[in-house]
């Protein structure tokens, strides 16, 4: 069974800093794109970024609103996936959630199975 | 303002027949495939239709996908109170060069 468990999520001051994790299981980590997505307190769902799997040399993609701001990173001996979030704004407060890509190592067709979230909220 | 435009609510009766439409542009839906997506309050979205018609396993046959041109739907059949929830649509978008959502339909079941 495929699970994903994040965690790291708490309050921060604006401009601080915070890293969140995902732990993968049940799935071969490697092979699949992950995405992150959040979703702020009564809103709608807001893709943040994704990397790509190791076929595809683990490049990254991010939403125009976190760029410069926030890196996503994997280590694939750990089935691990990283949400590095800086600069932080009130705007940033939300649910985080980590998503595995579906398809496979050529093939990824969006987010498939999705994590509990963690929440992250950004307040002086 | 979602890039993708959904209706805020829709509403049927147990065992109607509802549509919820989500329209784009040439740079999401009008090149690439849709998925769909379904969240109760409080839990994490689950992913009900992908690449515009194939359903994950485990989803009824009830709920199914189609697309036109920059438009996409998602058709429920047989409504059961169960399927009161949120429903998000969401494509790639070679001009953002990112997955873009719409902002979502309130589903009600009378």
């Known amino acids: 069974e495929v699970q994903l468990v994040e965690s790291g999520g708490g309050l921060v001051q604006p401009g601080g800093s915070l890293r969140l994790s995902c732990a993968a299981s049940g799935f071969i980590f490697s092979d699949h794109y992950m995405d992150w997505v959040r979703q702020a307190p009564g809103k709608g769902l807001e893709w943040v970024g994704h990397t790509r799997n190791k076929a595809n040399s683990y490049t990254t993609e991010y939403a125009a609103s976190v760029k410069g701001r926030f890196t996503i990173s994997r280590d694939d001996s750990k089935n691990s996936l990283y949400l590095q979030m800086n600069s932080l704004k009130t705007e940033d407060t939300a649910v985080y959630y980590c998503?595995?890509?579906?398809?496979?190592?050529?093939?990824?067709?969006?987010?498939?199975?999705w994590g509990q979230g963690t929440t992250v909220t950004v307040s002086s | 303002q979602s890039v993708l435009t959904q209706p805020p609510s829709a509403s049927g009766t147990p065992g109607q027949r509802v549509t919820i439409s989500c329209s784009g542009s040439?740079?999401?839906?009008?090149?690439?495939?849709v998925n769909w997506y379904q969240q109760y309050p409080g839990t994490a979205p689950k992913l009900l239709i992908y690449?515009?018609?194939q359903r994950p396993s485990g989803v009824p046959d009830r709920f199914s996908g189609s697309k036109s041109v920059t438009s996409a739907s998602l058709a429920i059949s047989g409504l059961q109170s169960e399927d009161e929830a949120d429903y998000y649509c969401?494509?790639?978008?070679?001009?953002?060069?990112?997955?873009?959502f719409g902002g979502g339909t309130k589903l009600t079941v009378l």
């Open positions: 998503a595995k890509g579906g398809g496979g190592r050529y093939y990824y067709y969006g987010m498939d199975v």
């Open positions: 690449t515009g018609t």
């Open positions: 969401a494509a790639w978008d070679d001009s953002l060069n990112g997955w873009v």
């Open positions: 040439t740079s999401n839906i009008g090149s690439n495939t």
